[in-house]
């Protein structure tokens, strides 16, 4: 599991965001469609919003691939 460490000055990361910070996806419109096609699940459900509000705790998965935010 990978994790990403929120700045002292974050409050949250949007989804599409996190999936490129993480290197999970080269683009913001790879991300979009990744989230749209219902590929990527938050928190264990599957997540349609592009711009979720990803804050400390939540895990997203995509594929095989699992990350949490802290």
Excluded: P
């Excluded at 599957?46 to 699992?66: N, P």
């Amino acid at each position: 599991m990978e994790i990403f460490k929120l700045k002292e000055s974050e409050e949250y990361i949007e989804l599409n965001n996190l999936l490129k910070r993480l290197g999970w996806v080269a683009t913001g419109g790879e991300a979009k469609m990744h989230i749209k096609e219902g590929k990527v699940s938050v928190n264990g459900e599957v997540e349609l919003r592009v711009r979720k509000k990803m804050r400390s705790g939540d895990t997203v998965v995509s594929g095989t691939q699992e990350g949490k935010v802290e």
